[in-house]
């Protein structure tokens, strides 16, 4: 039996709390979502239990830390079908992730005269490595535009796709518009090209449907403290035949077999990329959240995300002079619009006087908004333990602005 | 001694008035009023050079020295930051550089609402006092090399 989805706030601790004494609204979880009690208390009990150095120890706390992090990793595989757990990569986040992608595939694959694409939808973590990697290796950057409904032009992707393209790299969600990619189709038009696909997946993989098989995507990226866990602490997944052939991203300690003044051999996958102390705390933290949402019946929890997100969209339009930007065919947890003649900073701060968290400004996508010709958004976005009580408070929320601001 | 209250005491007539505000919503509408009743700015000093750097929002401003006063108009596309502008406005314009060097704004947190507002990068708050304090060193510089 699954649990409610109606009960989950109840395990959000830091909801239950006022702000300008008010009830907190939380509406900013493409940011950031808060974390369950089963989280926290995991870190505490890692902490005052059994933390040590991973590894290489051989004493009885390093041996649990070290099966509790190694546990994480094989919970994440399975919670992405990934062929096996060495391909399960630990990073910061979603960033590192892609960054490390960048530089070690890009070294090993990407030459002069070479090129990359990513897309307009990007966040600046899916854009910005991949523009700096072509200019050290003096690869051309291609980016594919996104239509009215902000949608990918998929022909102008199949257009660009030629001999020189070394990868492409899209996000399965936009975090700005809420857009979610076709990955399966796209993925399909690069590898017919012979070309392998990055997959910003920080919006998607808490929201629906996280399978790296059905994707066929080479590599999935993505962070923990948008899914329930905690900050910090991000995965990247990759198809074996790359990550083998990629070289590392950062050395140090555990990436390492041979030392010699002379001659450094590399450790198997997936050490060879996680240099350094990993953050062993908050991995395990990780496994407490897909534990977590695993306690749900994940196609239910997506339909709850969907019902929502549609009510809320449609009660937004209801309000005179407010617009929705993008109307794509498939949308996740994100409502972005405007309110005419009100800044969208007002906005934010003003409904943060009523106890409404939202975010506002360009959302580290500056590309999409040159293209919409606007300076920012506001942007409410959800998750799991969000209800149509918190929308109707955003909604509630803006009505009140605009009567105050318009008077 | 010029006529000019101190900006001690503007501040504290300022603390005052907010003071009288029972919310948020409250103080935020009287802030909102007061950079809506803010002088206009003339549109054509709306240039990218007096833009302030660090605002989620558009901020300009114009400031000249006159006789070692620092003396400015300037404005934003933000209601609230307007607002905060026409504090800045209210304490700051017209006053001794020398002055407006020495300003503490650490009565911000005072207002109420501020200490919110104060801490929060994206309404450029701080680069605005960065810029406006420039200015007075600037006026000052000017004033002792004359």
Not at chain 1, 186 to 196: M, Y
Not at chain 2, 7 to 33: C, G, T, V
Not at chain 2, 46 to 61: A, I, M, P, Y
Request: aromatic residues 8%; glycine residues 6%; contains cysteine.
């Amino acid at each position: 039996m699954s649990k409610d989805i109606l009960s989950a706030r109840t395990d959000f601790p830091i909801l239950n709390q006022t702000v300008n004494d008010l009830p907190l609204v939380y509406l900013d979880n493409a940011a950031t979502t808060q974390k369950p009690q089963s989280v926290i208390d995991v870190i505490n009990h890692y902490y005052t239990t059994f933390n040590a150095n991973i590894h290489r120890g051989n004493h009885t706390l390093a041996v649990q830390a070290t099966q509790a992090y190694e546990n994480v990793r094989k919970k994440v595989a399975t919670y992405l079908n990934a062929e096996s757990a060495d391909q399960i990569i630990f990073t910061r986040g979603t960033t590192e992730s892609i960054n490390l992608v960048a530089y070690s595939f890009g070294q090993a694959f990407v030459k002069e005269g070479d090129e990359v694409i990513a897309s307009q939808l990007e966040h600046h973590s899916n854009y910005v490595p991949w523009e700096l990697m072509c200019q050290r290796q003096g690869a051309h950057f291609r980016v594919i535009p996104f239509d009215q409904n902000g949608e990918l032009d998929l022909q102008a992707f199949h257009a660009m796709l030629n001999e020189k393209t070394r990868l492409v790299a899209v996000n399965h969600v936009s975090n700005s518009l809420g857009t979610v990619n076709p990955i399966e189709e796209i993925v399909q038009i690069a590898h017919e090209a012979n070309v392998p696909v990055l997959v910003d997946g920080a919006q998607a993989v808490q929201h629906m449907s996280h399978d790296v098989k059905v994707l066929d995507a080479d590599f999935y990226a993505f962070s923990g403290h948008k899914m329930y866990a905690p900050m910090g602490v991000g995965v990247l997944y990759g198809k074996r035949k790359w990550l083998e052939e990629m070289p590392p991203f950062q050395s140090g300690g555990e990436m390492i077999d041979e030392v010699t003044p002379t001659k450094v051999t590399f450790n198997a996958l997936p050490y060879k990329f996680e240099a350094g102390t990993p953050n062993v705390a908050d991995v395990i933290g990780l496994g407490a959240a897909i534990d977590y949402i695993n306690q749900f019946d994940f196609a239910q929890l997506q339909a709850y995300e969907d019902a929502l997100l549609d009510y809320g969209l449609n009660l937004l339009r209801t309000i005179p002079g407010l617009k929705v930007y993008g109307n794509p065919k498939h949308r996740s947890a994100i409502l972005p619009f405007n309110v005419e003649g009100i800044q969208h900073y007002d906005l934010g701060i003003l409904l943060d006087a009523k106890g409404i968290a939202v975010r506002t400004g360009q959302h580290c996508t500056q590309p999409i908004m040159d293209a919409l010709h606007i300076a920012g958004t506001v942007r409410a976005s959800l998750a799991l333990y969000n209800t149509h009580e918190d929308l109707d408070a955003l909604a509630h929320g803006i009505e009140r602005v605009i009567r105050m601001i318009k008077r | 001694m010029s006529e000019k209250e101190t900006i001690k005491e503007i501040e504290q007539n300022l603390i005052d008035d907010f003071a009288l505000l029972d919310n948020w919503e409250e103080k935020y509408e009287y802030l909102i009023e007061m950079g809506q009743a803010l002088p206009e700015m003339d549109p054509a000093l709306k240039t990218d050079d007096r833009l302030v750097q660090g605002c989620q929002s558009s901020v300009w401003f114009d400031i000249n020295c006159k006789d070692g006063n620092l003396v400015f108009t300037a404005d934003s596309d933000s209601l609230i930051v307007k607002g905060m502008v026409a504090v800045l406005n209210e304490i700051l314009n017209g006053q001794p550089a020398e002055d407006v060097l020495q300003a503490d704004m650490s009565f911000f947190d005072t207002l109420g609402l501020w200490q919110h507002i104060s801490s929060q990068r994206s309404n450029g708050l701080t680069s605005m006092m960065g810029h406006i304090k420039q200015a007075a060193a600037d006026c000052l510089g000017k004033q002792t090399t004359e």
